[in-house]
Structure formats: structure tokens, C-alpha cells
Nanobody, 126 residues
Framework: QVQLVESGGGLVQAGGSLRLSCAAS????????MGWFRQAPGKERQIVAA????????NYADSVKGRFTISRDNAKNTVYLQMNSLKPEDTAVYYC???????????????????WGQGTQVTVSS
């Protein structure tokens, strides 16, 4: 049974930082590209950042470039999202997701991901 468990969300003031973690189990982690998505109330789920199976390539939404960093530790079956200089508009539920395959380019479309976590709430106050 595949499980993706996010942690690290919470309430933070604008300008602050949070580090999200997503621990994967039940799958061969190194065979999956990973992504972080977010969904605000009344909005569609959108890509935040994605990373290839080996960590060699990453992709970011324009709105988070220069502020967020995605990384992975294949030995720990974990993907991370370091979020700095947080803004109120970053408030959302954040989800991690796994996409099977050895793509050379990070996958960014929701429909291409095979497994999803339950999400973690991030709230940024102004």
C-alpha cells in the first residue's frame, strides 16, 4: 500500500519560512518523480515544484521561483519543500505527489501523477 505523508505545515507570519516533508512508503521511491502542489479554497490544484527521480532537475511555478526549493533524499524516501519569504498568497493546502518513471524533465501536470498525500495546511498571516 502506497502512502505519502506530508508534515511541516502550520501558521507563519509573512516573510517567515517553513519546511515541508513528504515521507513515502510502499513504493520504490527512486523510480518516481515527485511534485509539490497546492490548492487554495475555490481554486484548482496547481504545481508548486517538481523534481526528477534522481534529483538532477527541478521545476518551479513562477510565483515561487527564488523563494521555494524542492529537494529529495532517496535514502530516506523523502521529498522536501523549503519555503522562504512566505506571502499571504501562499496560503493553501500543500500536497505531495509521486509520478512513476525516469523522466528527464520534471512532471508538472496534476493528471500525470499516480499517488497523492493527504495534504498539509499552510497559512501565512499578513
Amino acid at each position: 500500500q502506497v502512502q505519502l505523508v506530508e508534515s511541516g505545515g502550520g501558521l507563519v507570519q509573512a516573510g517567515g519560512s517553513l519546511r515541508l516533508s513528504c515521507a513515502a512508503s510502499g513504493l520504490r521511491f527512486v523510480s518516481y518523480g515527485m511534485g509539490w502542489f497546492r490548492q487554495a479554497p475555490g481554486k484548482e490544484r496547481q504545481i508548486v515544484a517538481a523534481i526528477t527521480w534522481n534529483g538532477a532537475n527541478t521545476n518551479y511555478a513562477d510565483s515561487v521561483k527564488g523563494r521555494f526549493t524542492i529537494s529529495r533524499d532517496n535514502a530516506k524516501n523523502t521529498v522536501y519543500l523549503q519555503m522562504n519569504s512566505l506571502k499571504p498568497e501562499d496560503t493553501a493546502v500543500y500536497y505531495c505527489a509521486a509520478d512513476y518513471g525516469y523522466a528527464a524533465v520534471p512532471v508538472t501536470r496534476v493528471s500525470e501523477y499516480d499517488y497523492w498525500g493527504q495534504g498539509t495546511q499552510v497559512t501565512v498571516s499578513s
